[in-house]
């Protein structure tokens, strides 16, 4: 089997500019492990800055906590004074450098250090909107160095309208900067597991079979006769198993196509080799008849003119094998084409005469349709010989086949009509497929097959669209609806007075 290259990576550029390589994955198990971390590390992501804000506030209550009860046990002393090694053991223990309380609308200071010149922001804990929550850490980490913080919340441990603490931010942005590195961390990780998870399991109920299915499809068009390129259907009831199931049909289908192809090609070959034969004999047979024509028996000069017959029949069937068996048919050449002399020239060819089965033109003179002119005469030749065939020697009416023609919308519609026995029912779920759809004993049932595909060829179609005890109606569609041409105007000579 030969080797199917993998596809490029690089894009053509247009000329004057340098091709470049997408870095891109190509393969389909490679994007699909990226997109999955990076949407499952997306979605960690959106939820960083809620859990920042959370820690950073549940960090200032902590402080707020420890310097509420840091102030309860300065107070504690019965003289109500605190010395300095006690007050700055207490703020130390706090992380904070002033405590004050509010109560009955005077703010009381209870803890101090030494006065510090640097002025605080503000963090009221009380009251605080959605917007500023989420972006108060962001704000903390790069907001600048040496900064100190005013922190109000409502105290747990003793009476007050509200508890006051100021203290340096350096403490909580370093809080804040390890526990975001942390949040990262465990975020990529988890992102990690649950893209290798989530990739795994797409891969194995969709990459994997995919992957199958596209082996099978690429070993089966380099050898259609490998029998293991066919895909084997797993039994799966989803999307994935119908794909399968499909492909099996469509192989096997396929398969049975190139075969019936391989068939016919070496058909038509054999029919090349019969057909010169019988025309020699053909032309033997009628050097023979006028020999025995010439003799003057009424026995013989009866049956001569059957046994022409039969010989040309039998030319004409190895002929119409013989140009099926092509390997295709020429693009047609269309161009308009008057169709009444289109019709008479093909009912000619076909057979049809004023004595027998007659062709009733029921259009315009002028009319005229889109098509090449020799397909065309195939494709009449073909219907008004079927025609013919089958009104031939019926009983009680006398053969005709009526030929009108209409414009539906963009498509020129030629509709032919008999009165003929009507297509027998064994024939009409085969009548467009070679070698089973004729309709009469001996025949190959190749002329409505080509002629259907000459008409798909034109971008048109053929079809039966009545049959019946009371005729058949067949409409061959071509595209266009040409002007029929205008009359050409005569001048008349003036003449002397």
């Known amino acids: 089997m030969a080797d199917v290259p993998p596809p490029s990576t690089e894009t053509t550029a247009p000329a004057g500019r340098p091709s470049r390589r997408w870095l891109w994955p190509g393969g389909l198990s490679a994007r699909l492990l990226i997109l999955t971390i990076l949407f499952v590390l ?11 804000a959370a820690f950073e506030e549940q960090w200032l209550l902590d ?11 300065a107070e504690a002393d019965p003289a109500r004074k605190v010395t300095a090694p006690v007050r700055q053991q207490l703020l130390a223990n706090a992380g904070v450098v002033s405590v004050a309380v509010q109560t009955d609308g005077m703010r009381r200071l209870i803890l101090a250090a030494p006065r510090d010149l640097r002025s605080p922001y503000l963090v009221d804990l009380r009251d605080q909107k959605p917007v500023s929550w989420l972006t108060a850490p962001f704000q903390t980490l790069f907001g600048g160095d040496d900064r100190m913080v005013r922190v109000i919340a409502e105290p747990r441990f003793r009476s007050g309208e509200f508890i006051d603490i100021v203290m340096p931010e350096q403490p909580l942005k370093d809080a804040l900067w390890g526990y975001l590195v942390r949040l990262l961390a465990i975020t990529l990780f988890v992102s990690i597991l649950a893209g290798l998870a989530v990739y795994l399991t797409l891969n194995a109920f969709l990459v994997l079979p995919m992957q199958r299915i596209t082996l099978a499809m690429e070993r089966f068009r ?3 006769e490998d029998p293991a390129a066919r895909v084997s259907p797993s039994g799966r009831r989803d999307e994935i198993g119908r794909a399968e199931s499909e492909l099996a049909r469509m192989q096997a289908d396929l398969l049975a196509a190139l075969n019936s192809r391989a068939r016919l090609a070496a058909l038509g070959e054999a029919v090349a080799k019969i057909n010169h034969d019988l025309r020699n004999m053909l032309t033997s047979a009628q050097i023979a008849s006028d020999r025995l024509a010439a003799i003057g028996d009424p026995k013989v000069a009866q049956a001569m003119p059957r ?7 039998a030319v004409t069937l190895a002929t119409d094998v013989l140009a099926y068996g092509k390997t295709a048919e020429a693009a047609p050449q ?5 169709l009444l002399a289109a019709l008479e020239a093909a009912a000619e060819d076909a057979g049809l005469s004023d004595n027998g089965v007659r062709l009733i033109a029921r259009l315009e003179k002028t009319a005229q349709v889109n098509a090449d002119p020799d397909q065309l005469h195939r494709i009449l030749v073909n219907l008004l010989r079927n025609a013919r065939e089958a009104m031939e020697g019926q009983d009680g009416r006398a053969g005709q086949v009526q030929a009108s023609l209409t414009a539906e919308g963009a498509l020129s519609v030629l509709r032919l009509a008999d009165n003929g026995p009507g297509v027998p029912e064994r024939a009409l779920a085969h009548l467009f497929q070679p070698f089973s759809g004729s309709a009469r004993r001996g025949g190959t049932g190749l002329g409505l097959a080509i002629s259907r595909e000459l008409a798909q060829a034109h971008g048109g179609d053929l079809a039966l669209v009545k049959t019946g005890p009371e005729g058949s109606v067949f409409e061959l569609s071509l595209p266009g609806v040409p002007e029929a041409p205008k009359p050409k105007r005569t001048r008349k000579k003036a003449t002397e007075a």
């Open 334 to 338: 269309a161009q308009a084409l008057p």
């Open 63 to 73: 402080r707020i906590r420890a310097a509420e009860l840091a102030s309860t046990i």
């Open 42 to 52: 997306g979605a960690g992501l959106f939820v960083v800055p809620p859990t920042l």
């Open 307 to 313: 046994l022409e017959r039969a010989l040309d029949r």
């Open 222 to 224: 380099a050898d259609p």
